[in-house]
């Protein structure tokens, strides 16, 4: 090789190693940031006594560093790259000064050659351009970094959910023919079968095929509602998330799991905790196909995605207690004691307390049954539906009801017109949940807390709110 070819030989790796190793937006006069989305591998912010995130390119996905394959919105991150990428960057003009030192730093990671390091600096003009800084050198960006990234003027202060992928479940083109519900009352075994018993109307038009579903183990006699378990299924294939809650979750503070199974064969496994010390949304765990950190849930979009078991199946189970054609109706909670009481053929009257009061009859309303509150009162607790089965099959749940219905939170008692009587005892709030276990002669049902107050109400339910104004009425 003769000195001519050695020289270019040498140039050429030369200018090959500074495309690699010089940031493009370096080259003097081209204007533009260089960036290349794919090559980036990594992104970095650090904000001055703040948080901020790592995120890593796999594979298939952005991963939030530290939060155990936890992955980040690709929409949030492309935006953030393709802004940079399509920016230009010009000359600052006249600026204002700035503590460099305490603004925000953005690292991005190529494929190959050196870190790219802008530090943000105040807007220019608001969603259109601002001042960063380069290797000690400012410049005017046509891109408005710091909004992309959620960091708003004069308040450097990083939401940690800005990057979060709130869809942690993405299942498309698949649909689910297995789910196994366990929650701390029972266990819901179910099966999706071929056979179609019923289409309907969906939102887009089209026809939804609603499926037979069968059910195992201790409901194995019991027929799922098609339609039911339809929005159940749907409902797993929306789950959307809130956030990550700070500080780590156990598992030990799960309260309900669902399995599930899609046709493709992928299984999924979400567990479901307690609500979140610092509000009343609840905290969620991907344990299959990959663990994850916790999430937290809104608890209404939670009760869709883990719903209560009971209303799954056909002929839900009720306690049915006789109350609008009962003679006596007696209940006692918090040291209160009511008795209502009917003739045949006449009104409803407290017999206990005694109190210088009728019961009070409203106007007519469309929304509530006919009569007086009483009447109303009776309608309403004639018929109670259970929210959960409850099969006493492990150490835990039958922990649960030992000696719980001793000194019950609720008593009621409801009488026919030849004295038989029909006995609904309700037990405290059980822990962690919003949920009380319920015995009607033996039968042990759940229901929700509500119930408490629904049972037992306040004894001005049945009064004439103007009349009763002011005053105190002890029962």
Not at 305 to 322: D, I, K, M
Request: no cysteine.
């Amino acid at each position: 090789m003769n000195a001519q070819s050695l020289t270019r030989l040498v140039l050429a790796a030369l200018l090959l190693g500074a495309y690699y190793v010089v940031p493009h937006f370096l080259r003097e006069g081209d204007g533009t940031t260089g960036i290349q989305p794919g090559r980036i591998e990594a992104i970095t912010l650090a904000v001055p006594n703040g948080e901020g995130f790592h995120l890593r390119r796999t594979s298939a996905d952005w991963i939030i560093d530290d939060r155990r394959e936890t992955r980040a919105d690709p929409s949030q991150v492309n935006s953030l790259l393709d802004g940079l990428a399509s920016a230009r960057l010009d000359a600052p003009g006249e600026t204002p000064e700035v503590d460099w030192a305490a603004a925000p730093e953005l690292r991005l990671v190529p494929r190959r050659g050196r870190d790219v390091v802008l530090q943000l600096g105040p807007r220019v003009r608001p969603l259109r351009s601002q001042l960063v800084r380069l290797n000690r050198e400012v410049h005017k960006i046509s891109f408005d970094v710091s909004a992309s990234l959620g960091l708003w003027e004069g308040e450097f202060i990083w939401d940690g959910n800005r990057m979060l992928d709130r869809i942690p479940i993405l299942i498309e083109g698949e649909e689910i023919v297995s789910i196994r519900l366990e929650n701390l009352f029972s266990d819901y075994i179910l099966d999706r079968t071929d056979r179609i018993v019923h289409r309907r109307e969906d939102q887009d038009g089209g026809q939804e095929p609603l499926y037979r579903w069968t059910s195992g183990g201790s409901h194995s006699d019991r027929d799922p509602s098609p339609a039911a378990m339809s929005r159940f299924a749907r409902g797993l294939m929306m789950l959307v998330v809130d956030g990550i809650p700070t500080g780590s979750t156990p598992d030990s503070e799960v309260a309900r799991t669902v399995t599930f199974t899609t046709d493709a064969g992928r299984t999924f496994e979400v567990a479901t905790g307690k609500p979140h010390a610092e509000d009343a949304r609840r905290m969620l765990w991907l344990r299959q196909p990959e663990p994850s950190d916790a999430y937290l849930v809104d608890d209404r979009f939670l009760q869709r995605f883990t719903p209560h078991g009971a209303p799954l199946f056909e002929n839900r189970p009720t306690f049915s207690t006789g109350a609008s054609d009962a003679a006596m109706i007696t209940y006692e909670r918090d040291g209160h004691k009511l008795v209502l009481e009917r003739e045949p053929g006449q009104d409803w009257r407290i017999t206990r307390p005694q109190i210088p009061y009728d019961i009070f009859t409203p106007p007519p309303d469309p929304a509530l049954p006919p009569g007086s509150m009483a009447d109303i009162y009776a309608s309403v607790i004639d018929s109670i539906r259970t929210e959960e089965f409850f099969v006493p099959d492990t150490g835990e749940r039958r922990e649960l009801i030992d000696g719980v219905f001793d000194e019950p939170a609720l008593r009621l008692v409801v009488e026919d017109r030849i004295g038989r009587q029909t006995e609904i005892l309700l037990s405290d709030f059980i822990a962690g949940t919003r949920r009380v276990l319920a015995s009607m002669n033996g039968d042990i049902g759940v229901l929700s807390d509500h119930y408490v107050r629904t049972l037992a109400p306040d004894i001005r339910f049945f009064l004439n709110p103007a009349e009763v104004h002011g005053r105190t009425i002890e029962w």
